[in-house]
């Protein structure tokens, strides 16, 4: 009686004569050890080859060795060693989709392996839960974008923020700043930003994409408040010294200040000094010296001599005289800052000459009754309040009265 093993070969030459179309090997451990085909060809192409193993492995062998081909067409069989030299763990470096229905990316299970990364490069949506998702650049930003309302996160350089597609906001949050932006529904090139960095030093800016009617305004049903702690507020023109134009432009102090110039005038005058040298206030023939001190400023010479005083202090900025001489002689006029003495009393305390002698036609004699002029920059000298500025003067050349008739301004800021 045959053997099965006997049965089975016979059934295999058997059905490779008929030209079957199906090729069955069944191994069965109760039955049958093993299988062997032996210099047999069975690469025709049945419609079906079917191996059932049950319980006794099938092994793939070359000459009776180990099949160790590897293969390189995407149908020729493969073992397990190739299976498992070429499924190990590693990084997913890239998913590249041409088309089809799209790729589906589960948890994986019962691997020895660690975790896996990914990098999806892609250039249409991405769907994820029935939800698309579509990458997006925007300024500074790069996103992926949910075509639902829900809010959408937003990835850049430096930070992460948060943006919501349909109330178009930003938060962008770096290791030295942090940023909140309101879009415009009309383009996200133009947008305001509150930008908050160290020692809560904050900006509030407005971009217009490519103009310059990014208008800002505050109106507020109350008052309005700048408290500056240092005391500064600047304002400035696109970064350069702002110049208010209209009337209702806002005034600052280099505007203000070159418009609150104003003159204080001198009326027409006389110095008629008749001592060489000697100082005289002007209209009193009282001869101060040739030196002076606090002591020289004294009853009627506070008066005639008196041509300001300031409630406040004061910036002097220059003198303006017009004056004639009835001499030709060489004549001088001096500024004096006085403190004021108190009432009764019979001098000034203290006298601080505003700059130095003024010499009248740069010091050479003045030609009889002819016009001259002359002004002379005081520096801005700081006058205190209470402290009243005096005209003296007097003549360096010559001999008896020689008088001096003068007008002018003061110049005051």
Same mark, same amino acid.
């Given at each position: 009686?045959?053997?099965?093993?006997?049965?089975? %070969?016979?059934r295999?030459?058997?059905?490779?004569?008929?030209?079957?179309? @199906?090729f069955?090997?069944?191994?069965? @451990?109760?039955?049958?050890?093993?299988?062997?085909?032996?210099?047999?060809d069975?690469t025709s192409?049945?419609?079906a080859?079917? !191996?059932?193993?049950?319980?006794?492995p099938?092994s793939?062998?070359?000459?009776k060795?180990?099949?160790?081909k590897?293969?390189?067409?995407?149908s020729?069989?493969?073992?397990?060693?190739?299976?498992?030299?070429?499924? #190990?763990?590693?990084?997913?470096?890239? !998913?590249?989709?041409?088309?089809?229905?799209?790729?589906?990316?589960?948890?994986e299970? #019962?691997?020895?392996?660690?975790?896996?990364?990914?990098?999806?490069?892609?250039?249409?949506?991405?769907?994820?839960?029935?939800?698309?998702f579509?990458?997006?650049?925007?300024?500074?930003f790069?996103?992926?974008?949910s075509e639902?309302?829900?809010?959408?996160? !937003?990835?850049?350089s430096?930070?992460i923020?948060?943006l919501?597609?349909?109330?178009?906001?930003?938060?962008l949050a770096?290791?030295?700043?942090?940023?909140?932006?309101?879009?415009?529904?009309?383009?996200?090139?133009?947008?305001?930003?509150?930008?908050?960095?160290?020692?809560?030093?904050?900006?509030i800016?407005?971009?217009?994409?490519?103009?310059?009617?990014?208008?800002?305004t505050?109106?507020?049903?109350?008052?309005?408040?700048?408290d500056?702690?240092?005391?500064?507020?600047?304002l400035?023109?696109?970064?350069?010294?702002?110049?208010?134009?209209?009337?209702?432009?806002?005034a600052?102090?280099g505007?203000?200040?070159?418009?609150a110039?104003?003159?204080i005038?001198?009326p027409?005058?006389?110095? %008629?000094?008749?001592?060489?040298?000697s100082?005289?206030?002007?209209?009193?023939?009282?001869s101060?010296g040739?030196? $002076?001190?606090?002591?020289?400023?004294?009853?009627?010479?506070?008066?005639?001599?008196? $041509?300001y005083?300031? @409630?406040?202090?004061?910036?002097?900025?220059?003198?303006?005289?017009?004056?004639?001489?009835? @001499?030709? !002689?060489?004549y001088?006029?001096?500024?004096?800052?006085v403190?004021?003495p108190?009432d009764?009393?019979?001098?000034?305390s203290?006298?601080?000459?505003?700059?130095?002698?003024i010499?009248?036609?740069?010091?050479?004699?003045?030609?009889?009754?002819?016009?001259?002029?002359?002004?002379q920059?005081l520096?801005?000298?700081?006058?205190?309040?209470?402290? #009243?500025?005096y005209? $003296?003067?007097?003549?360096t050349? #010559?001999?008896?009265?020689?008088?001096?008739?003068?007008s002018g301004?003061?110049?005051?800021?």
């Amino acid at each position: 009686m045959p053997t099965k093993k006997e049965i089975l %070969k016979h059934r295999i030459k058997s059905r490779r004569r008929n030209k079957r179309d @199906s090729f069955f090997l069944n191994s069965e @451990s109760e039955q049958l050890s093993s299988v062997s085909v032996e210099n047999q060809d069975i690469t025709s192409s049945p419609k079906a080859l079917r !191996v059932n193993n049950q319980n006794t492995p099938i092994s793939i062998s070359k000459d009776k060795a180990l099949y160790d081909k590897s293969p390189t067409e995407d149908s020729e069989i493969a073992n397990k060693k190739y299976v498992d030299d070429n499924a #190990g763990g590693g990084d997913m470096t890239g !998913v590249d989709l041409t088309g089809g229905t799209g790729i589906s990316i589960a948890s994986e299970t #019962g691997t020895t392996s660690g975790d896996y990364s990914a990098t999806l490069n892609f250039d249409g949506d991405v769907t994820a839960a029935g939800n698309s998702f579509v990458y997006n650049t925007e300024g500074p930003f790069s996103y992926f974008q949910s075509e639902h309302a829900s809010p959408y996160w !937003v990835f850049c350089s430096g930070g992460i923020g948060l943006l919501s597609n349909q109330w178009r906001h930003a938060f962008l949050a770096s290791a030295s700043q942090s940023t909140y932006y309101q879009y415009s529904p009309a383009s996200n090139a133009e947008y305001s930003a509150f930008t908050t960095g160290a020692n809560g030093v904050t900006s509030i800016s407005t971009y217009d994409d490519g103009g310059t009617t990014g208008h800002f305004t505050l109106d507020a049903d109350g008052d309005i408040t700048l408290d500056a702690a240092t005391g500064t507020i600047n304002l400035l023109d696109n970064g350069s010294t702002y110049t208010p134009s209209a009337s209702s432009d806002i005034a600052n102090k280099g505007y203000v200040d070159s418009k609150a110039r104003f003159d204080i005038a001198i009326p027409k005058n006389e110095f %008629k000094p008749s001592v060489l040298n000697s100082w005289y206030p002007p209209n009193y023939n009282h001869s101060m010296g040739s030196s $002076i001190t606090a002591a020289d400023f004294q009853d009627q010479d506070l008066i005639y001599a008196h $041509i300001y005083q300031a @409630s406040a202090t004061t910036a002097l900025t220059g003198l303006m005289l017009n004056f004639y001489a009835s @001499s030709a !002689v060489s004549y001088e006029v001096a500024l004096y800052d006085v403190t004021l003495p108190s009432d009764g009393s019979a001098a000034a305390s203290t006298i601080t000459q505003i700059g130095s002698d003024i010499q009248l036609n740069s010091g050479s004699a003045l030609t009889a009754y002819r016009y001259y002029r002359i002004k002379q920059s005081l520096s801005s000298y700081s006058l205190a309040a209470d402290h #009243g500025v005096y005209l $003296i003067g007097r003549y360096t050349s #010559g001999s008896g009265k020689k008088s001096l008739y003068y007008s002018g301004t003061l110049e005051v800021e």
